[in-house]
Every structure is written in structure tokens, then in C-alpha cells.
């Protein structure tokens, strides 16, 4: 099995490309380099500290740990897609609610993963 095959790993793949493409063509140009840059650069964090924690998924504590970070990004994501909106930088409302729920989505199932890989034994 590959990180690819994980729910949460196509989950966020999806919303990288989605935050990016909202940041290139939904934002003011200023906003490309200031939150536009952070909110890209979190997403992908999401993504890749999945990869990261599946690639040590024989040690269980490490596995958990990057699974906990990836969430952190997420919960950061939100805040940076709050903030845009906030500010009016991000005034398309529907994209804004279904970037904000995929999101939310996903940190539901990073947590629930974290609490399957919590309960299982490990060798």
C-alpha cells in the first residue's frame, strides 16, 4: 500500500491544487506574496507531512506525531482561508464555503485516522 491509497493524502492533494489556483486567479496580486503565500505553503504542509509520517509508519509514536502535524497545518489552512476572507482579499463567498468545508472535512478525517492509529497495536 502507498500513502496515495490514504483518504487524507487524496483529500489534501485536492485541495493543493485547489488553494493554489484560488490564490493565482481569486486574489488581489499583493495578497499572491503575503497570506496567498502562507495559505499555499500550509496546504502543501498538510500533504507532505502526511507523506512524511506514512514513509515512518513502522515506529507507531512517529506515525502519530506527523499525523498531528499535518493536522496543526490544517487547522493553520483554515485560519489563513478565514483571514483572506475577513479582509475581503477572498470575496468569492462560494468559494470560500467549499474551500472551508473540504477543509473541515479534512480535519475530521485526519482525526479520526489519528484516533484508528491511537487504538491499533503495533508490533
Known sequence: MSYKNLEIWKLADELVVEIHEMTMKQLPKFEMFEVGSQIRRS???????????????????????????????NDETIDHLETLYKTKSLSNVSLYES?????????????????????????
Open 43 to 73: 496546504i502543501k504542509s498538510v500533504k507532505s507531512t502526511i507523506v512524511e509520517g506514512y514513509g515512518r509508519k513502522q515506529y507507531k509514536a512517529d506515525f502519530l506525531k506527523f499525523l498531528i502535524y499535518a493536522l496543526a497545518s
Open 99 to 123: 474551500l472551508h468545508e473540504k477543509l473541515n472535512i479534512l480535519g475530521k478525517k485526519i482525526n479520526s485516522f489519528i484516533k484508528g492509529v491511537t487504538a491499533t497495536q503495533w508490533n
